[in-house]
């Protein structure tokens, strides 16, 4: 599998679907959800954010009743000001885009359903020992999952495996394919019995391997009716 990952996931999993709508980015940072899934959703997990909360702040608008758990130890208030401030002052790109994020994030967090945790997510420090910090329970709730954590997402999947009954969708960002392939196809054969895949997507930023097959995969999963 290791020259056509690409094209077995893709005829083996992918169920498209007209309703899937991107929230977020129009680039890198944003993913396409099914919207009936987002207004259905009592709770967003996100794991990495970075400087870019576009995904986060679309969901957070589309359903007003949404809580948002944001998980990752590169950000903070302070952090995302001083870049955009950076931005303005040495004239480079994107500076409006950074103050936006900066001052949506701050929103998010002031609005009493979003909170943010200062934390590597890793078999350690799992997606249920956060929601349990901030006593936020998953029990009787229909939650949305988001994995964008640069590697880091493999030694999340047994948990979500384990607890895979608590999600109704799940969107990733998954990296180094080109040697980990064999982990996502074992994934998403465990999801399938749930779960279908609505979105596949080539991320060209995470370049290619010596097959052509890419590296870096951005999809969506949907639980099934």
Same mark, same amino acid.
């Given at each position: ?17 007209? *309703? *899937?709508?991107?929230? #977020? ?15 259905? *959703? ?18 957070? $608008? ?14 903070? +208030? @302070?952090?995302?000001?001083?870049? *955009? ?9 994107? !500076? ?5 994020? %900066? ?6 967090? $002031? ?7 200062? !934390?590597?997510?890793?078999?350690? %420090?799992?997606?249920? $020992? ?21 590697? #880091? ?6 948990? @979500? @495996?384990?607890? @895979?009954?608590? &999600?109704?969708?799940?969107? &990733? ?8 392939? %064999? ?29 052509? +097959?890419?590296?870096?995969?951005? &999809?969506?999963?949907?639980? !099934?009716?």
């Amino acid at each position: 599998m290791e020259n056509n990952y690409f094209e077995v996931i893709s005829s083996e999993f992918l169920v498209k679907n007209d *309703a *899937a709508f991107r929230f #977020g980015s129009i680039n890198d940072g944003g993913y396409y959800v099914n919207p009936k899934k987002v207004l259905e *959703a009592d709770i967003l997990f996100s794991g990495g954010i970075s400087s870019n909360v576009e995904f986060e702040y679309d969901i957070f $608008q589309f359903n007003k009743d949404i809580k948002l758990i944001m998980v990752d130890p590169t950000v903070s +208030q @302070i952090g995302l000001l001083s870049k *955009a401030l950076l931005r303005i002052f040495f004239f480079k790109n994107e !500076k409006l885009r950074y103050l936006i994020n %900066t001052l949506t994030f701050v929103l998010m967090l $002031q609005s009493g359903r979003g909170w943010h945790i200062k !934390k590597w997510l890793s078999s350690k %420090t799992g997606i249920l $020992q956060c929601m349990y910090e901030k006593n936020v329970s998953f029990e009787n709730k229909k939650s949305l999952l988001k994995l964008d954590i640069e590697g #880091g997402e493999y030694d999340m999947l047994d948990e @979500i @495996i384990e607890n @895979i009954h608590l &999600f109704n969708c799940m969107v &990733f960002e998954f990296h180094d394919l080109d040697v980990k392939h %064999t982990l996502l196809y074992d994934f998403l054969k465990k999801c399938s019995t749930h779960f279908d895949m609505i979105h596949l997507e080539v991320n060209h930023c995470g370049g290619f391997s010596k097959y052509g +097959q890419p590296k870096l995969l951005e &999809f969506t999963l949907e639980r !099934k009716i």
